[in-house]
């Protein structure tokens, strides 16, 4: 079958869906008047085009995970936010909502992430800083009060206290009416990164992996619409990595969170349509671009061949994107805004399901409420007036783009087979193999910027004699006390006999080989804490010990 006769089929099965997913518009048209086309094609015959590329929302997904893509609808528009109080949190929530956001992205305190709740002394400075402190149900109420959760889908950005969160947000809903199997999200819940390049983890791998696939099974029967895992590169490529590696060592936590749950006895085909990664968005637009196109034709390739894979959604390789917090410089901070506008496109470009833009003061603080709002007016000038929109996969064809994304799919393969040869990621890690890889490629980036190889407008280069900032937003100190005051009230006025009942009941599956989440689920309504949840795993799993590689 030709080129065109192959589109012609395509084009006829993408039709039938419109009835359930109608376009955007009857017809998409430069200024010129010159038609766009759903998904141009080469006008000759490509011996591997439907190896390589074929066609949008079918196998191997080169060109993107839905038939129309953003000709249907955007891509969900996310801004990470959170701080302070749980209801300082939520008048930010609603803020960015009524700005046109489509999409909550929670960010968590450092205690709530490490599994202690704010009166603990490893607390002590850290509560509200870099993300909303939640110790309880109590505090999960007053963060989503007024958003309706059956309307919103909601990130939560947690990985060790993961189940303890998606929990909380199970009880909210409940409370607010919403089924568990009406509530759409995500939760990060990806451990294995955290041992090479983030560092929030609590529990040794083996005993992390057990309650990860326990929310794989748990979410398959009762909360269907939820990602039980967004298996992440962006924080490998925050901590040095290249495009390269993040594609690599992120698939390879992928096969490494598939081939666990197969061991605990779920089927592919029952979980892998819920998978969903996150990746970093970075300044080499091109290269980025490439990068996308080829995880995702990497992962159907993975998920088909390797782990025989039927469902073409558990083919599918669904990301959400953010901009790289690292590129983000303090000096000249409005030059981060054209930072962000360059790695937002190539998310765009790349096909991102959904996408957080970075605010120009991060690097100095918490962002402002006008930062947040040109953070996501970005997204909106970019989906509604530049046109990228309008076609899928528009970069498709270009010769150095589809040779990039052939390198770097070859370049990151090359490195999964050394991982497999290893053992597997968990096996890997614990050698400090991606650790070692990711530290070389961060000392190369300073050494570049160091000796002018590598330009960074502002910084080593272009300079000019700044003021000190001035309209930072900062954290009071008073968030701390007032918190650990909430906490006080809240643990006098519960139930202290079912807290107590829940936890020994969460102990003793722990120590068993129950699911856990439906346990989690009882100890968060009896309002156990998530410090108290956390400690119980603590005392019967044990905590990790860091691998440390020179």
């Known amino acids: 079958m030709s080129i065109q006769e192959s589109k012609q089929s395509w084009q006829e ?79 930010r929530y609603k803020y960015l909502l009524s700005a046109g956001q489509t999409g909550l992205s929670v960010a968590f305190d450092l205690p709530t992430q490490m599994g202690y709740d704010s009166d603990a002394s490893m607390s002590l400075g850290e509560v509200g800083k870099v993300g909303v ?44 009416g919403v089924s568990a199997d009406k509530i759409s999200g995500t939760i990060q819940n990806d451990i294995l990164k955290e041992y090479m390049a983030r560092g929030t ?13 326990d929310i794989f099974a748990y979410c398959k029967d009762h909360v269907p619409k939820w990602n039980t895992i967004s298996i992440s590169g962006y924080h490998i490529r925050e901590a040095g990595s290249s495009a390269v590696q993040e594609v690599a060592f992120t698939l390879a936590d992928g096969i490494a969170y598939v081939e666990a749950a197969i061991k605990a006895g779920l089927d592919v085909d029952e979980f892998a349509p819920r998978l969903a990664f996150f990746f970093n968005a970075h300044n080499n637009l091109l290269e980025e671009v490439a990068k996308f196109r080829a995880a995702r034709r990497m992962w159907a390739r993975i998920m088909k061949e390797r782990f025989k894979a039927k469902d073409p959604k558990s083919q599918m390789l669904r990301f959400h994107t953010q901009t790289a917090g690292c590129t983000l410089t303090a000096q000249q901070p409005d030059n981060n805004i054209m930072r962000v506008t360059i790695q937002a496109l190539a998310a765009v470009l790349g096909g991102t399901q959904s996408l957080h833009t970075n605010s120009r003061d991060e690097a100095l603080a918490l962002p402002t409420e006008d ?23 528009p970069l498709a064809g270009s010769f150095l783009v589809e040779s990039l994304t052939d390198q770097i799919e070859k370049a990151a393969m090359d490195y999964i087979e050394k991982i497999d040869k290893l053992g597997g990621a968990v096996e890997a890690i614990s050698r400090g193999f991606q650790q070692k890889e990711i530290q070389d490629s961060a000392y190369a980036y300073q050494r570049g910027i160091e000796t002018e190889d590598l330009i960074i407008v502002g910084v080593n280069k272009f300079t000019v004699a700044e003021p000190p900032p001035t309209g930072l937003l900062k954290v009071k100190e ?29 102990e003793s599956a722990a120590k068993g080989s129950d699911n856990l989440m439906p346990h989690i689920l009882t100890a968060v309504k009896a309002y156990a804490t998530l410090g108290e949840i956390a400690n119980v795993f603590r005392d019967v799993f044990g905590t990790h010990k860091e691998t440390v590689v020179l």
């Open 133 to 176: 402190a939640i110790d309880s149900l109590a505090d999960m109420e007053i963060l989503f009060d007024g958003i309706p959760l059956d309307k919103v889908s909601t990130s939560m950005t947690i990985n060790s206290t993961a189940a303890i969160l998606l929990a909380m947000y199970i009880a909210v809903a409940e409370k607010q």
């Open 13 to 91: 099965r993408a039709e039938k869906g419109l009835a359930k997913s109608p376009e955007r518009k009857k017809r998409f048209y430069t200024t010129s008047n010159i038609e766009m086309e759903r998904c141009f094609t080469p006008d000759f015959d490509l011996p591997v085009y439907e190896e390589q590329l074929g066609f949008p929302g079918q196998y191997p997904f080169t060109r993107g995970v839905q038939p129309t893509m953003y000709r249907g609808r955007f891509w969900t528009m996310r801004q990470y936010a959170g701080f302070g109080t749980a209801k300082e949190s939520n008048e």
């Open 371 to 393: 930062s947040v709002r040109i953070a996501l007016r970005t997204q909106q000038v970019i989906a509604c007036e530049s046109g990228v929109a309008d076609s899928i996969d």
């Open 201 to 213: 983890y609590i529990y040794p791998p083996k005993e992390s992996m057990r309650i990860i696939t």
């Open 478 to 506: 008073e968030v701390e006390i007032s918190q650990k005051k909430s906490l006080a009230g809240m643990k006098a006025q519960r139930d202290q006999a079912k807290v107590q009942s829940a936890l020994k009941n969460l």
